[in-house]
């Protein structure tokens, strides 16, 4: 507690205060011309028996206000706490929901073990968790991470049941690090519910469930809330050979080691998110990422059918303006005030046919600035399809132009 003096406040008259009140000479000890009368001793003694008198009077003062509040104080500490209203059975409304959540969910996630070999004998490589999304004609779909099985030829998926299955690879996508499996679906009663992530609030229930470090821990469940229902990223692809601007969902529900690929649920048991990643540094706790169920839905859908994520192609190989030595800039010829963009290193079809080509920096995409190559990837991939038209404006020796290309798609990328 801090403590400080305020003289202002202080009832107590200074030396300087006293002579002013006075009006002015030394300040005199005044006796009653009565007790001058007295000898010394008898006027001491009768000084003490008034100090004596205040003495009591302030003591009974003291009683009387003591012993009513020691009873009032008494008669409350008599009385039984309030209690707060609990559910039949003891747990907290939100302790149900929680529980009524994860029942509901848990027979969609599964274990995916990946690793190479053969039927006989296979070295395991990833494990982390799945999540059944759809059963039809006899098979299950399960979405999990890509970097759970990237490194494997064989993949196996583990039931809330023990029992093993055999799974096939439909699909994978390195970007958004989502996967497609699909195994026989005997066995398997339920897919999971996908729900909006668009509706996701700050501070709302989130539950995050998986099998972190194992089978021994599988189906764990860890409880949070939402820290931030959209947060853009910079994610390492599954093989680490690039990055990208994510969006993802920010929760304090733990998430660990194998549980990459999980599902991260509301209080409904619905799937908002699929849980892929966490900051795994000394001195930093609760900070999980999953990706958001609206961003992953389109993909899983496109990978299940296609193998792959089509996504649109503008034609170029580029380079961070801001990384370019400065003798490189000063070749381009630009004005003093563009410091960031990207550099055209070489442009083929369909930039090369809007008249694009090589030392041409890019500033804008249709007039939204662009700094670096991921936020024009991420401009590219969230806003625009294979067809459509976009809007490139770029400096050329200097002078600021603009050009229209019609998107391909990069499927022979």
Not at 178 to 197: H, N, P, R, T, W
Not at 220 to 225: E, H, L, N, Q, R
Not at 236 to 255: R, Y
Request: aromatic share 4%.
């Amino acid at each position: 507690m801090r403590w400080f003096r305020d003289d202002f406040y202080s009832p107590r008259l200074s030396r300087r205060a006293r002579r002013e009140l006075l009006g002015g000479g030394s300040f005199k000890r005044r006796w009653p011309e009565w007790l001058g009368s007295l000898p010394f001793v008898s006027a001491a003694a009768l000084m003490s028996i008034v100090c004596a008198a205040f003495v009591l009077v302030g003591a009974g003062i003291a009683l009387a206000v003591v012993k009513p509040w020691q009873a009032a104080t008494q008669q409350q500490a008599d009385q039984p706490a309030p209690t707060q209203a609990m559910p039949e059975g003891g747990m907290s409304m939100l302790h149900e929901l929680i529980v009524e959540a994860v029942e509901k969910v848990n027979p969609s996630i599964v274990t995916i073990l990946s690793g190479i070999g053969d039927a006989d004998s296979v070295m395991e490589l990833g494990m982390g968790s799945g999540v059944i999304y759809e059963i039809r004609d006899g098979r299950a779909r399960i979405v999990t991470n890509m970097h759970v099985i990237d490194e494997g030829t064989v993949v196996e998926v583990v039931l809330p049941s023990g029992e093993r299955k055999k799974a096939d690879i439909l699909g994978g996508d390195v970007l958004s690090d989502l996967a497609v499996v699909e195994v026989d679906a005997s066995g398997i009663k339920q897919a999971a519910e996908f729900g909006d992530s668009s509706k996701l609030k700050a501070g709302q229930a989130a539950i995050a469930i998986g099998n972190p470090l194992g089978l021994n821990y599988a189906l764990s469940v860890t409880a949070g809330i939402i820290s931030s229902p959209q947060l853009t990223i910079r994610m390492p692809a599954a093989n680490g050979s690039t990055e990208s601007l994510v969006d993802v969902i920010q929760t304090d529900a733990a998430i660990n080691w194998g549980n990459s690929g999980g599902a991260l649920i509301d209080l409904q048991g619905r799937v908002i998110g699929i849980n892929s990643m966490k900051v795994a540094q000394s001195g930093v706790e609760g900070l999980g990422f999953a990706l958001p169920i609206n961003e992953v839905r389109p993909i899983v859908q496109m990978l299940a059918e296609e193998g792959r994520v089509l996504r649109p192609l503008m034609g170029v190989r580029t380079q961070d303006l801001g990384l370019l030595p400065s003798e490189e800039r000063a070749r381009l010829n630009l004005p003093d005030h563009v410091h960031t963009g990207l550099v055209i290193v070489e442009a083929s079809a369909p930039a090369s046919h809007a008249g694009l080509q090589a030392d041409d920096v890019i500033v804008q995409l249709d007039h939204q600035p662009v700094r670096d190559f991921l936020e024009l990837r991420k401009y590219l991939y969230d806003n625009k399809t294979i067809g459509d038209t976009l809007e490139v404006t770029y400096y050329r020796n200097g002078k600021k132009q603009t050009a229209t290309i019609t998107l391909a798609d990069n499927a022979g990328q």
